[in-house]
């Protein structure tokens, strides 16, 4: 039964020193550090060793939620699949311990909370595109075969160029060039 820390900074500039010493006073018998990565990013090699050094009945022990992660749907995965793991979450700032009955219920707080504000994106984001469907807005992209379609005719009659038509679909004008030859071959062959 160990207690290991976790600290990180995001900018190279920044210093662990506060963090390292807090994890320390903790009891943290190991500490992994991560420097110049943003929390956003969950890709983070102390992280990942600290993950991995982990077994039943440690303790993950952070300075602070944020350094662990800043998204806290993140975070809540992440201390989620410690908790399947039998390994135990601490943040010291933020008083959460999930080896007491009241650092759990905090836990599962800020869970039904972070569940709370996914319904509510994925709400506003339906009432959103529901809204610019009213307003005769066309949503998500074209279908393939509708822009072929479209680029092919405009190249022919000479109406617009090869560039400009990669210009508007945001393509390369080779990418043009290969949907437009593909295009003529289907034709052929229909």
């Given at each position: 039964?160990?207690?290991i820390g976790y600290a990180r900074v995001?900018?190279?500039?920044?210093n662990l020193d506060l963090q390292l010493a807090a994890l320390q006073a903790a009891g943290c018998s190991r500490?992994?550090?991560d420097q110049g990565i943003s929390g956003a990013d969950f890709e983070r090699p102390g992280l990942a060793a600290t993950l991995d050094e982990l077994c039943p009945d440690d303790t993950l022990v952070v300075w602070r939620l944020d350094r662990l992660g800043r998204s806290l749907i993140d975070l809540?995965?992440?201390v989620t699949d410690l908790g399947a793991r039998q390994v135990e979450f601490r943040s010291l700032s933020e008083a959460i311990d999930t080896s007491s009955s009241g650092g759990r219920l905090l836990f599962h707080l800020l869970a039904a909370m972070a569940e709370f504000e996914r319904s509510l994106i994925s709400e506003r984001t339906k009432a959103g595109m529901a809204a610019a469907r009213?307003?005769?807005c066309r949503i998500g992209r074209r279908p393939?075969?509708?822009q072929r379609q479209e680029a092919r005719l405009a190249i022919e009659h000479g109406t617009t160029s090869i560039e400009a038509v990669a210009t508007q679909y945001g393509?390369?004008?080779?990418?043009?060039l290969r949907?437009?030859?593909g295009s003529r071959h289907e034709d052929a062959v229909g």
């Open positions: 039964m160990e207690m995001s900018t190279s500039e920044q500490v992994h550090t809540i995965r992440l009213a307003r005769g393939a075969m509708t393509i390369h004008p080779r990418t043009v949907t437009l030859k």
